[in-house]
């Protein structure tokens, strides 16, 4: 998750990146706990994706339920590898440049929920503790073919 560029190198083994992917980054991106950093993780890959690829990002929210932010700490007590929780303006900075797809950065059981699914209910851990993600899909739009990575 740290070196973009190996991820890139191993990926190209299988994929044509000539061609539009689907970066798909779901439960991983808060194992890069400094946000600049991910961020710049998130920039790189995409700047290897031609336009009309796919970016899908799912991180433990810091501002939508306080008890996110407990099972957070409580995973840095005893996990080896620290996650960090992100705001919603965080997920946001992700998909800057990105035609962001409706219904935008929400939790994640609000991104299209499949029919007959209840609206709005959070995910459970454990079936026990409410846990607020949050969660959005963006396509890279760039005329050029590229998006910026800067
Ligand atoms: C919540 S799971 C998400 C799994 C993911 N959605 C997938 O389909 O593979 C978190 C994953 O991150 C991996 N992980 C966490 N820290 C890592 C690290 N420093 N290096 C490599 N993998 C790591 C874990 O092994 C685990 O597979």
């Known amino acids: 998750m740290h070196d973009p560029a190996a991820i890139l190198a191993m990926a190209a083994r299988t ?7 689907a970066f798909i980054m779901l439960g991983i991106l ?8 991910s961020l710049d993780v998130v920039r790189r890959l995409l700047a290897a994706a031609p336009s009309g690829s796919y970016l899908a990002i799912d991180v433990p929210a810091s501002d939508m339920d306080p008890a996110t932010l ?8 005893v996990g080896s590898a620290k996650i960090a929780a992100r705001s919603y303006a965080e997920v946001a900075g992700y998909f800057e440049k990105l035609e962001v797809l409706e219904p935008g950065v929400v939790m ?17 851990v454990g079936g026990r503790r409410p846990q607020a993600m949050i969660n959005s899909i963006g396509s890279c739009w760039s005329t050029s073919g590229r998006s910026d990575p800067a």
Do not use: H, I, K, T
């Open 108 to 124: 994640m059981n609000d991104w299209r929920p499949a029919p007959g699914s209840p609206a709005g209910v959070r995910a459970r």
């Open 30 to 37: 808060q194992f890069v706990v400094d946000y600049q950093r």
């Open 15 to 21: 994929l044509d990146f000539g061609q539009p992917v």
């Open 70 to 77: 407990e099972a957070v700490r409580a995973w840095n007590r």
